[in-house]
Structures are given as structure tokens and as C-alpha cells.
């Protein structure tokens, strides 16, 4: 671990890793600590090019167009021709048309990429996987740096940005001294984007469903998956339907649904992936599915720096454009650079 840089960035994911780059090109040192053994946080893909996390982005989010230019990245459009499944108790009705799915776009490969492409392009051993922040302590005599606590060891700064969602935070880390108290109430308030969800991907040879004139898309009042979606590659190489439940969920249930929703055929995919996000420790904090007050998200307490610029805030919840969205986590990573870059000048 280095021991002393300008600035440690707890989290490698989307906001962390961009974020570091911004500073990095500023001339400023940088360390990238990481709990998990992977770059990505909520940008998570799996074979064949799957997403467990985060899948999908807008024209109009310059933050993402910019780096997905930067990192050389294939993209999209999210598959939506055809017509969308409806789920009511005892009932599927086939609907004409798929407003689920218009406008989106997907990163070939999976968005994992964009936080790969990112960590790739900054110096070596600036992000220190495996490395979990403990305690932050915030001197208050003498130089003014920020001691940072690891299971790794310890490290200086002169600040520290905190690129993961603030409640996770303040479930992992401690505080010396603590925290303002209207911080701390709003912080462990705020929601975790996709922090209650748990995503399903069940992968077959083909997309059948298409042959049928389905877009892949459903909404169901029954469940476990209240949305469903077309996920499968641009060429069609393999077929992929994902779900959203806030229910933990097996296998078995979901294939059960699916069939039930798109035919025999999707009984029998080839793979099954589960994410179950509110089980992920460096994700969510426990009491996840409590929080549920959306309107924190970009609060003003969260976008301000705290003890006299060393502390700042940037996940994608703390953004006030596109909270929740990877454009969300990058633009929260520009205004905390921004920040940082004005108080050395």
C-alpha cells in the first residue's frame, strides 16, 4: 500500500475509478482502495456478457458517452422490437407494442468494461484491491491530514472521497471525530440504489422468444420478477431474459415464471445467474430494504465537502443528475475533482 498520496478514494466502482482518473490527469496522487477483488461495485458482468448490476445507459448521459469513447468500448441498442408480456394472477396477456424498452443502450460485454477500461488507464498500483477502509481519522492539529485505516494497513491524505453509497459508509467506517450530526442523519438515510434488488439472468442458446414477435419485456403483479427484459448480445449468439425482484429467489422459481410468461422454452435455460444486492456487504448496509426515502438522493449535505475540504461524498446517490445511473455516479465524481482540483489552486 502507499503510504502517503494526496488523495485515497474509498471504492472502485464507476464513481471511484473515474474519479481517480480526473485526478490522476490533474497531476494529483491518487489511491484507489478497494474492499472487494473487482473493479466495478454495481458494475458486475458475468459470462457470456451478462450484467448483474448495472445494464444500461441514454444518449443523452455525455458522462458515460465520454468514457465509453475513452475506453474504446462496442455499444447498442437495447433489443425492443416486438410485443410485451402482462402478468396478473392467473392471467399473461400479450400487449401490443414494448414501451419498456425504447431509447436504451448496452455496452457490449457487459458495463463492467467502462470500470476495467477505467482502472486499466490509471498509473500501476493505484487501485488497492482487497483493501477495506476501517476507520478515518481527521487530524486536528498540526498538518491537517486524514490518517486512513485499512485490514491492510495505513495511509495518509490530505482528503478523502467516499465512492460508495453513504450509508454503506457509515456501516463500514468509523469516524474520528464523528460526523456532523445532520451528515450522519441524512447519510444513513439515503437510499442504495439497487440495494434492495435482486437480479435474475437466465441464459439459453437462443432468443425463441422473438421468433414468437416478442420483445422479451414483461411486468408482472405476480412475481418474483416484476420486470423482465431482453438481454441477450447484439448478434444474437445466445438468448437472455433478465428480472427484477425484491424477494430472494431460487433457480427453480424463476425459470417456473418465465415459462409461464414466454412458453415451455424458458423452463430449461442453460445457466441461471442470481445477484441478491442486499446481501453484499460492500454494496449495502444491513436494514437495506428500510430506505426508501428517494428524495435524499443529491442532497445538499451529501454534495458539500466536510472537515475543511478533506471529506467528500460521491457515489451515485449523492448526484442532483441522474441519481442512480452510472451518469449519476460519474457526474458525482466530476463535481467532487472539480472540488478538489479549486482547493489546490
Known amino acids: ?61 455525455n458522462e458515460v458517452r465520454e468514457v465509453i469513447q475513452e475506453c474504446g468500448l462496442e455499444t447498442f441498442p437495447q433489443h425492443a422490437r416486438g410485443n410485451m408480456m402482462y402478468q396478473i394472477p392467473g392471467s399473461v396477456q400479450e400487449l401490443d407494442g414494448n414501451p419498456l424498452d425504447q431509447s436504451a443502450w448496452r455496452i457490449a460485454g457487459g458495463t463492467q468494461k467502462l470500470a476495467i477500461g477505467l482502472a486499466e488507464s490509471l498509473p500501476p498500483e493505484t ?83 422473438r421468433e414468437r414477435g416478442l420483445a422479451g419485456s414483461a411486468m ?61 456487504e460492500f454494496t449495502s448496509p444491513p436494514g437495506v430494504h428500510q430506505l426508501n426515502d428517494y428524495q435524499l438522493f443529491g442532497s445538499k449535505v451529501l454534495r458539500e465537502a466536510h472537515f475543511g475540504g478533506r471529506l467528500f461524498f460521491a457515489s451515485t446517490e449523492t448526484s442532483i443528475d441522474s441519481p442512480g445511473h452510472i451518469e449519476g455516479a460519474f457526474a458525482a465524481a466530476r463535481r467532487s475533482a472539480e472540488s478538489i482540483i479549486a482547493m489546490r489552486r
Open 1 to 61: 500500500m502507499r503510504e502517503v498520496v494526496d488523495v485515497v478514494v474509498v471504492g472502485a466502482g464507476a464513481s471511484g475509478l473515474r474519479l481517480a482518473g480526473i485526478l490522476d490527469q490533474a497531476g494529483i496522487s491518487v489511491a484507489v482502495l478497494e474492499a472487494r477483488a473487482r473493479v466495478g461495485g454495481r458494475l458486475l458482468s458475468v459470462d457470456p456478457g451478462v450484467d448483474l448490476g448495472a445494464t444500461w445507459f441514454w444518449q443523452n448521459e
Open 127 to 209: 487501485v488497492q484491491m482487497s483493501t477495506k477502509v476501517i476507520a478515518l481519522h481527521f487530524e486536528s492539529t498540526g498538518d491537517p491530514r486524514v490518517t486512513v485505516s485499512t485490514d491492510q494497513g495505513v495511509c495518509t491524505a490530505q482528503c478523502v472521497v467516499l465512492a460508495v453509497p453513504p450509508a454503506t459508509a457509515l456501516a463500514n467506517i468509523s469516524f474520528s471525530p464523528e460526523l456532523p450530526a445532520d451528515l450522519v442523519s441524512v447519510a444513513s438515510s439515503t437510499p442504495v440504489w439497487m440495494g434492495a434488488v435482486t437480479k435474475a439472468v437466465a441464459i439459453y442458446d437462443s432468443p425463441f422468444w
Open 220 to 280: 408482472s403483479h405476480v412475481g418474483p420478477l416484476r420486470e423482465i427484459h431482453d438481454v441477450s448480445d447484439v448478434n444474437a449468439s445466445f438468448g437472455a431474459l433478465f428480472g427484477f425482484s425484491r424477494e430472494r429467489i431460487s433457480e427453480g422459481v424463476i425459470t417456473a415464471q418465465l415459462a409461464e410468461i414466454f412458453g415451455p422454452e424458458a423452463k430449461t435455460p442453460r445457466s441461471v445467474h442470481i445477484k441478491d444486492w442486499s446481501s453484499s
